[in-house]
């Protein structure tokens, strides 16, 4: 057992966990590392088992692990988990759970929940019914390891709940196991993220919005209620960066008690001459896909800016960096070529076969009009980003100084035309551009000045406010750009020039400025972060404390 404010068993709940869809699982995989160190295999991660018979490559099932437990988990509570690890840096023990069988009692959990703690699931639709069952679902499974286990109040016990996606755990332990603390981390309200996806001005009105009324008006009714409620009943409250911390306590009408800034090990960071080395081919990666695609040869000095995440088109700034492409005709003494990727995973029919062919026979040239896709769009006409190409005349004929890949699909080595990961591309780019408008934190930037690639942002992006208070210039290593809700024009105008600065730099300038994005990513490993996850756990357990007590004087 450990003191009195210290988990002596943490478990946490995520569906990112064994299942790569964005941030919360770089944000947990790093992490994990750091926390076994701490507690072993005390540290237990759990996630939806979405791939059932299909083979999972971030899981090793180990059938060995307490199969006893398993089957009194089939039988007490009628769910089904596979146990094993996660396989990721410190590969920690992680338990995917089917939770498919509670679907044929959702509406009864439905209807307790609400009874209990006034969670409105009635406007359900879409992913919420999944999410809320696979949530349930994990409360379950922290409830059979503490029966089976045998465990107590003496043994000190964290569940924590990441997202929307989670609360229903939340509920389930808070009313099953009292004797457990409780930790609920917001990546991102569902109502904030709903409100700068519809094109309202969030930060300049956030005073003035109420989450409730959003909620109804946004038809977000049920997602918002589970994450306000659970903000409001567990023991520990948190989100990911000051600039949510606001959006909570406006939306959620909770403030958090802490705020957790998400960290990451740079382990998977190659060194020295690995370095130069992997660098180097995922540059002729890059150069052979887009000189095949384009049907001509680029110049030797060519400038290679990336940009990538999800497809969220406006929250992500995906339209602010196009439109920042087209201001680079502003300046006429500018004759580098730039090269512009955006690495954005879409409705993907998969990788074009002609391409594919050219790549492979490197005398026969493609012959198509799509000089913009590496991959096969199920729909071209209604794509974002390709009507944005459109509109700001971006055709990647050879006369034009700027052109644009577009890389719609999850680079994971398996793609069909690049064949690499994303780090392992990542690392060939000159310069990365994430303008975020909604961004609660920003693993993007952090990942690209973990490989040295300097890169511009924004201080509406929680990691651009962590790196500075104030815009500064590229050349710090990363260039940070002040963006609000109406500036828009102003902020591709500054991303042209910053981009133009630096493809002005020299060689030892560049050096200099890569050096410097390097030293930044250091400050944000998890051994600087870890305390602001110890301090959460901590409150959590004072605020467990103080709940039973009061309890028990009521008795």
Known sequence: MTNNSTPEYIFEASWE??????????????????????????????????????????????????????????????????????????????????????????????????????????????????????????????????RFFKLTKKNEV??????????????????????????????????????????????????????DQMAYELNMVSKHSTEKVAAHEVDCFTTVSDITAIECEQLLERKPH??????????????GSAFTTKRNNARKTFRKVAETLFGYELDDDALFVGTAGRYEYKNKGINTFIE????????HDMNRQ?????????????????????????????????????????????????????????????????????????????????????????????????????EPWGYTPLESVAFSVPTITTDLSGFGQWVSTIPQEIETGVGIIHRSDYNGYEVAKNIATMIYNFSRADAKQVISISKKAAVISKKALWEHFIKYYTKAYSIAIANKNKRLKTKDANV
């Not at 920042?324 to 300046?331: A, I, M, R, T, V």
């Not at 690495?343 to 490197?362: C, E, M, Q, T």
Request: proline share 5%; charged share 20%.
């Open 158 to 211: 964290i569940a924590h709940f990441n997202e929307w996606m989670t609360t229903f755990g939340v509920f389930y332990v808070k009313e099953n196991l009292p004797q457990v603390a409780t930790v609920f981390t917001t990546h991102a309200t569902s109502i904030g993220r709903s409100i700068a996806g519809n094109h309202k001005p969030l930060y300049d009105y956030i005073n003035e919005y109420n989450g």
């Open 324 to 331: 920042s492409l087209k201001y680079l005709y502003d300046f």
């Open 338 to 438: 730039v090269v512009a990727f955006i690495i954005v995973p879409a409705w993907s029919k998969g990788a074009r076969a002609d391409l594919l062919h050219s790549l492979n026979n490197p005398d026969l040239k493609l012959y198509s009009y799509n000089r913009k896709t590496t991959h096969e769009l199920h729909d071209y006409y209604s794509d974002n980003v390709m009507g944005a190409l459109h509109w700001f005349h971006i055709h990647n004929q050879v006369t034009e100084r700027v052109k644009v890949v577009f890389v719609p699909t999850y680079l994971d080595g398996k793609d069909g035309i690049f064949n690499k990961s994303y780090y392992d591309l990542l690392i060939g780019l000159d310069l990365t551009v994430f303008p975020s408008y909604y």
């Open 258 to 271: 802490v705020v957790t800034p998400n960290g990451f090990e740079d382990d998977f960071v190659p060194k």
């Open 17 to 146: 966990v064994c299942n790569m869809v964005g941030g919360i699982y770089t944000v947990l995989s790093t992490r994990a590392a750091t926390l076994k160190k701490q507690i072993g295999d005390k540290l237990i991660f759990i996630g939806p088992d979405v791939w059932l018979s299909k083979e999972n490559p971030y899981f090793i099932e180990d059938k060995t692990f307490h199969p006893e437990w398993i089957t009194y988990t089939a039988e007490n509570y009628h769910i089904y988990i596979r146990v094993g690890r996660w396989n990721v840096p410190g590969e920690p023990i992680a338990v995917l759970v089917d939770f498919m069988p509670l679907m044929a009692r959702k509406d009864e959990i439905y209807g307790h929940v609400w009874a209990k703690f006034g969670v409105n699931s009635i406007a359900a639709y879409g992913d919420y019914d999944e999410s809320s069952m696979f949530g349930f679902a994990t409360g379950m499974v922290i409830d059979s390891y503490y």
